[in-house]
T-cell receptor, first 114, second 112 residues
Framework: DAGVIQSPRHEVTEMGQEVTLRCKPISGHDYLFWYRQTMMRGLELLIYFNNNVPIDDSGMPEDRFSAKMPNASFSTLKIQPSEPRDSAVYFC????????????FGQGTRLTVV | DAKTTQPNSMESNEEEPVHLPCNHSTISGTDYIHWYRQLPSQGPEYVIHGLTSNVNNRMASLAIAEDRKSSTLILHRATLRDAAVYYCILRDSGSNDYKLSFGAGTTVTVRA
């Protein structure tokens, strides 16, 4: 397996534009996590899914953020409209649903909103 | 959720052991201790986990105190490639919650 695949790796957009980040989890994993990392706040969990169903979205900062998982092999995180404070590295991770399961992270998407 | 406390930073010389402490005084009996690390410009990666007994794998060893209120990640011979932020995380096996909650971690610097 190629691991967790995120795209794009880098995104630069203007304030007010819609941004869509994509993630392909490892095949067979039933949990998918979206994280955001900034210098100020570290790694924050935004939302996670179990079998394509959102379980906990309490970390999603505001209504401008939305996430979907239409099938087991694809998830998106959308920001509309984007703001400069959304600039961060966004990571997607997947794992099996056990407390000893290793979570595998993608390489991240570095988002810059100007 | 039980919390962990780690030093902000540690330095080591190459090929010397590194002992990374983690305090988790409010740990419950069902909490697993997980360690992840994040190399520069990469996503976090799994290192090791344990419950009560000490654990070894190809990357590191995990020493867990008898009362489980603290643990130590041991890198036996640090290399330059081990320079990273190391996170100590608790996961409650008594819940249906499988998320990983990251703190600030310990930034490890390895001197050549």
């Amino acid at each position: 397996d190629a691991g967790v695949i995120q795209s794009p790796r880098h995104e630069v957009t203007e304030m007010g534009q819609e941004v869509t980040l994509r993630c392909k989890p490892i095949s067979g994993h039933d949990y998918l996590f979206w994280y955001r990392q900034t210098m100020m706040r570290g790694l924050e969990l935004l939302i996670y899914f179990n079998n394509n169903v959102p379980i906990d979205d309490s970390g999603m900062p505001e209504d401008r953020f939305s996430a979907k998982m239409p099938n087991a092999s694809f998830s998106t995180l959308k920001i509309q409209p984007s703001e400069p404070r959304d600039s961060a590295v966004y990571f997607c991770a997947s794992s099996f649903g056990t407390h000893v399961a290793e979570a595998f992270f993608g390489q991240g998407t570095r988002l810059t909103v100007v | 959720d039980a919390k962990t406390t780690q030093p902000n930073s540690m330095e080591s010389n190459e090929e010397e052991p590194v002992h990374l402490p983690c305090n988790h005084s409010t740990i419950s009996g069902t909490d697993y201790i997980h360690w992840y690390r994040q190399l520069p410009s990469q996503g976090p990666e799994y290192v090791i986990h344990g419950l009560t007994s000490n654990v070894n794998n190809r990357m590191a060893s995990l020493a867990i105190a008898e009362d489980r209120k603290s643990s130590t990640l041991i890198l036996h011979r640090a290399t330059l490639r081990d320079a990273a932020v190391y996170y100590c995380i608790l996961r409650d096996s008594g819940s249906n919650d499988y998320k990983l909650s990251f703190g600030a971690g310990t930034t490890v610097t390895v001197r050549a």
